[in-house]
């Protein structure tokens, strides 16, 4: 009997012992696994990192490449830049792709990595950088806003603001921007001329008066003062004092002081409007003229339309009857059209690269656009336009979107983001990784 026990109890150990031993050998070979896994994935992010300095050596050194040409020999040049191919699409084109490449070209399994660049959504367009358009660096700023806020549907005569005060709406939006984005305290004064009535911005005084009559609208974190420099996004004009007090000439709709609306005593201190004389302005958000990148000039092989006719020379600020538009938007809609047409003049080369975009204006850009237009449209794009157009992308301040893929055996990893190019460095607004 005691050694039937005995039998059973050692039997019974043993299986407890092995169901130990199995799941010890089952735990090690999932951490093991596990293990690999994680090795793996630091290896693919690693090739991530490898990806965004390839990326950021096309970025700082795009704008050195030169058009290509017939007689380019194509192997020197890879001989003194390995990516001078990418370097050249990214300037002449709509972006490039570097890859995908194998990281150890010796070790078949140690993964590759593809980077894309291309002009942001945000740039593609190539709106006006709205923090170019003040004093300090376009003497002509008062004029160029001007001419936005023709195009916006902002009137030139005088309206009433909430208290009943008579105002150049254009003039005060104007100083306004001026004083949120200049670094003096002093506000900044149009004089009167033509005819535009002079105004005064607002400095941080005028903002705390403003706020101190509008304690129930605004609460504590939702007041603002000047900004005293730049702007990093469109949406932060918001907080410029003009259009606080008249949000539709940002986002559209009828135009009329906040809180007009909801007090009697000061709509009816405002001038009556019949239905004729309703302003409803576009909106300058809603316009898509406007950045926060580049250099302040719009891009001819990028622009809209729209944009074109934002530019001193192509629509004059002082001319407004509808044969002066019409003649404007002529000469806007031929530079657009003539982007799409082959120059009778180029050969296409034989290698396949006519997808970098032959109808664009060429470096020699101001007579190829000039001549062509007047030869396909008999339209004269006048000379006073020059000063604020490019055709190419403003190497520092364009906005970029760069898309870095990584593959290692079966694992893909991958990261998006956009960036900039400032002071000869990469700077990245945003980074996903996934």
């Known amino acids: 009997m005691r050694r ?3 039998l059973l109890m050692a039997l019974w150990i043993i299986l407890t012992l092995g169901v130990i031993v199995l799941s010890f050998s089952f735990e090690a070979k999932l951490q093991g696994g596990i293990n690999i896994y994680v090795q793996g994935k630091n290896r693919v992010k690693r090739l991530i990192d490898a990806g965004r300095i390839l990326g950021e050596v096309v970025l700082l050194n795009y704008g050195d490449a030169k058009q290509w040409t017939e007689d380019e020999d194509l192997k020197d040049l890879l001989e003194d830049d390995r ?6 699409a990214l ?4 972006g490039c792709t570097i890859g995908p490449i194998l990281l150890n070209e010796e070790d078949p399994d140690s993964g590759t990595v593809k980077v894309e660049i291309a002009l942001s959504s945000c740039d593609a367009g190539s709106g006006i950088n709205v923090n170019t358009l003040c004093k300090d660096q376009d003497p002509n700023f008062e004029d160029r806003w001007r001419i936005i806020l023709d195009q916006c549907g902002v009137p030139r005569d005088e309206i009433m603001d909430e208290d009943g005060n008579s105002i150049n709406l254009q003039s005060y939006i104007i100083a306004c921007w001026q004083d949120y984005r200049d670094e003096d305290d002093t506000r900044y004064d149009i004089n009167d001329k033509s005819d535009y009535k002079g105004a005064k911005g607002a400095e941080k005084a005028e903002y705390e008066e403003y706020y101190d009559d509008h304690k129930k609208d605004y609460a504590e974190e939702d007041r603002f003062e000047p900004a005293n420099g730049e702007i990093a996004d469109l949406k932060e004009l918001s907080r410029v004092l003009c259009f606080q007090k008249f949000p539709a000439v940002l986002t559209g709709g009828v135009l009329k002081p906040r809180g007009e609306e909801d007090d009697d005593r000061r709509a009816s201190r405002s001038r009556k409007r019949d239905k004729d004389e309703i302003v409803i302005p576009r909106g300058l958000i809603n316009m898509g003229v406007l950045g ?12 809209t339309v729209e944009q074109l006719l934002t530019i001193p020379g192509i629509f004059d600020p002082d001319e407004l009857d509808e044969d002066d538009k019409s003649e404007s938007t002529e000469i806007a809609e031929a530079i657009v059209k003539c982007r799409k047409i082959m120059p009778k003049d180029y050969d296409v080369p034989e290698d396949g690269r006519d997808e970098w975009g032959y109808g664009e204006f060429t470096s020699d850009w101001w007579s190829d656009m000039t001549s062509r237009v007047a030869d396909e449209f008999d339209v004269d794009i006048p000379n006073d336009a020059k000063n604020y157009m490019t055709a190419l992308p403003s190497e520092e301040g364009t906005l970029f979107k760069m898309k870095i893929t990584a593959l290692l055996m079966d694992m893909e990893y991958s990261a998006e983001c956009e960036c900039y190019v400032k002071d000869k460095k990469v700077r990245y607004v945003s980074w996903t990784e996934k």
């Open 4 to 6: 039937g026990s005995a």
């Open 91 to 94: 300037k002449y084109s709509k």
């Open 292 to 303: 926060v990148t580049g250099d302040g000039k719009v891009n001819v092989n990028r622009c």
């Open 83 to 88: 990516w001078y191919v990418e370097k050249q």
